[in-house]
């Protein structure tokens, strides 16, 4: 069994002015974004692994907008040697370059890393490519760094995505890109129900909020305050099949943009942000789901995304099922799919039986 861990930040190098800015009549500064992708593989039982060929671990994604998809391959090289690389497996989707760097590491007991590869600077990083590998002594590594005989590889991924200009002249600063109080504006707005005109009732609860931004970030809202309905006439949007922590993480989404409990609610706050048609709450829920892949959530998180159309959840969820078959289907969640839902049990075996190339060792 395998264990699959990924982080990702999103950051922008400190601005700090030279002093020989001052020195110009006028100037630019140009700053690179970044992200950053660390993901831990962990490979259980690895001395039984003797073949000759490649195995990779399951795709993982930095989870913003281009939504790149790795992989890391591990190559057995007969009982001599073994190669780790890293695999860009998906273009992006505008065409533009990849530029970046990477490092590979192995972990050893205490979790420190012990044999490292890392990339010849900033390089581009194209689909399918392969790149420098980290190679290690077989032998070394049984003998030194596989207690339990588990095998641990971490991966350092920093992507430059593009570039910020700050430009000035003699005693003024110009910021391209300033920093705006526009989403703590609106996110007091919300708190502070200040000249609401609608409530959201949900139940015994009710939300102020305003119908301008509502309708303006939710076609479903537009069409609901547009037209002649009872909502519009007094004021009361009755809502019977969502609940209210639900509504409120809703809300905050609608006014700021971001969801702060996204991690507790993922599965019932993508069914609201389906039925209000908030398309990029939906998106990022579906990301949280696949994070959130587990034995206990596979079954439930397969018949959500069947249910909802989320092609990219459904396959990942399926390859994530047959890796850990045996697991899953003592779940109590499997037992009830294969009641309520056979259709699924069965598009599951098909896909196990149709794989013609070499599965990824797991997640």
């Not at 003024?172 to 109080?181: A, D, G, H, L, Y």
């Not at 537009?222 to 922590?245: C, L, N, Q, W, Y």
């Not at 092609?311 to 969820?317: D, I, M, R, S, V």
């Amino acid at each position: 069994m395998e264990e699959n861990k990924a982080q990702q930040t999103m950051g922008v190098y400190k601005l700090s002015l030279p002093p020989l800015t001052e020195a110009f009549e006028s100037w630019t500064i140009s700053q690179s974004k970044h992200s950053n992708l660390n993901y831990t593989w962990t490979i259980q039982n690895f001395s039984n692994l003797t073949e000759t060929c490649y195995h990779y671990s399951p795709a993982f994604c930095r989870c913003d907008k281009d939504n790149l998809k790795w992989r890391l391959e591990l190559y057995l090289n007969g009982s001599s040697e073994i190669w780790i690389g890293l695999k860009l497996s998906s273009e992006p989707v505008n065409g533009d370059k990849i530029m970046g760097k990477f490092k590979i590491s192995v972990l050893n007991a205490e979790g420190k890393k012990s044999y490292s590869k890392t990339s010849s600077g900033v390089i581009e990083l194209k689909a399918n490519e392969e790149y420098e590998r980290l190679k290690i002594g077989r032998n070394n590594l049984l003998k030194y760094y596989l207690p339990g005989d588990i095998l641990t590889i971490y991966c350092e991924i920093d992507v430059v995505t593009n570039t910020v200009d700050f430009s000035g002249r003699k005693g003024i600063t110009q910021n391209t890109n300033p920093e705006s109080t526009l989403i703590a504006d609106f996110a007091n707005l919300l708190q502070s129900q200040s000249l609401s005109d609608v409530k959201l009732v949900v139940g015994k609860v009710e939300f102020p909020a305003h119908k301008i931004i509502l309708a303006s970030r939710s076609d479903v809202f537009k069409a609901m305050f547009e037209h002649d309905m009872k909502e519009t006439k007094s004021g009361r949007v009755v809502i019977t099949d969502v609940k209210p922590e639900v509504i409120q993480e809703m809300l905050h989404f609608i006014y700021t943009g971001s969801s702060q409990k996204i991690k507790e609610m993922a599965d019932e706050l993508f069914i609201a942000a389906d039925k209000y048609a908030l398309d990029d709450l939906k998106k990022m829920c579906e990301i949280t789901l696949y994070e959130k892949l587990s034995i206990d959530r596979a079954a439930d998180t397969f018949i959500l995304a069947d249910r909802y159309n989320m092609e990219l959840l459904k396959k990942e969820t399926i390859n994530y099922i047959i890796f850990h078959g045996k697991d899953i289907t003592e779940t109590i969640g499997w037992e009830e799919m294969t009641i309520k839902h056979p259709a699924l049990i069965n598009e599951t075996l098909k896909a196990l039986f149709s794989s013609k190339e070499q599965l990824p060792i797991s997640k």
